[in-house]
């Protein structure tokens, strides 16, 4: 996974800083200009931003997570199609060639595909602003970088995903053993984004609460989810997720995820998976209708959760997250992972836990959202820990 630019404020990549300034000045728009939305409902793109031309009637949280999944396509920054801290301006040119691209979207969607999103920025451009149109000699087949492909004939049949985690859940203790623990506290480093490895710890609190902090030089950036809500804050900046970003937290801090994950989703798919470092994996796949699916690979042999991807919608396609588990090792009478790396397109970090306390008492208030005195402008937060 590469690592993107290193000598930005260490956990935030320029993409992340754009979405912070959107969210500042969006947030500062809509309190000026905009009539208040009705409770609970989110105001719409054109409401909240002041040159949507192809996204009208899209929810006004939608718009990031687009931006994103535009950036991820292209493989390029905000600023690519961005004027500086001037998002409405339509000065350059790429920002008007996507709103072609994103018609034509649509367009060969509805025509060829019965409307559904078959086809996004990312079938054509693969992470790249021009797209190829010669096949590449020697290159590696786009299949080998899927992840999701698997030899078409497998020898041995293979087992039911409920085989699948049910042997996860007894590879790592049992649900008597897990059960048994109710609180962890995790201490070690963070490293990525080109810097230096800072501190990091975690707080988590059965059932689902989930409190982590990263010490940078004194400034500290937390992710925080408190059963229901969760929320960011750097700095200077706090704010609370939004609907795709709770959903994902509230996954991150399901304590006994390996003996919940079965009611978690009504359906679950089981593929061969590819190889991971070596070694054999199943996919399990979750699914819950309307919403985008879980995909857990399991070492086949040790049963242990390897890797995690899960999506977040947007309007033109769904942005990954990769969680990559590792050096699984005793704690009490259960299995933790004691490292983990979480990828999104064009940026990863790693956390490698060094010291544990389990049982230790953690009060609720810690994972509250509790804004600081200071002037709490929206902010994006770079990373979910
Ligand atoms: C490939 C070009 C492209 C890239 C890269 C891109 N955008 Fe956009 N962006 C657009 C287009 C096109 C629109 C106008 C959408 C419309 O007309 O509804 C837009 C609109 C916006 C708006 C609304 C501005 C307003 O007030 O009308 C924001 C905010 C925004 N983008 C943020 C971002 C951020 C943050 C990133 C980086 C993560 C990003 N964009 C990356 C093409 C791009
Ligand atoms: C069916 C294939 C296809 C899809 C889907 C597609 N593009 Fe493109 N796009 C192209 C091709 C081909 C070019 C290059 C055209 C050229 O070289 O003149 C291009 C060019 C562009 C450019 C101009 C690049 C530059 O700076 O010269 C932008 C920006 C762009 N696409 C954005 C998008 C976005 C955003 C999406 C999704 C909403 C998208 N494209 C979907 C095929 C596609």
Redesign the pocket.
Known sequence: MKVVRPKIWIVLSLASLCVLMVLARARAQSASQTPAPAAGSVPLAEQQFKNIQSFKGVPADQIVPAMQF?SA??GVECE??HVHGAFEKDDK???V??RK??A??AA?NKQNFDGERE???Y???RGA???V?TPIIGGESANAHDGEEHPDKEKAPLPSASEVLDKYLATVGGADALHKVTSRVEQGTLTGFGGQPVPIEVYAKAPDKRFSVTHLKGNDSITAFDGLQGWLSVPGRVRKMNRSENDAARIDADFYFPSHVKTLYQKFDLEAGPKLDGRETFLVIGRNEGQPPLHLYFDRQSGFLLRLVRFAESP?GRNPTQLDYADYRDAGDIKIPYRWTLSRPGTSFTIQVEHIEQNVPIDDGKFKFNPPPAPANGGEHPSAH
């Open positions: 535009i396509s292209l690519y199609c040119k790429p920002k060639a996507a691209m994103i034509m979207m060969i086809v996004t920025c079938s054509c451009h602003s021009n797209p149109a033109l």
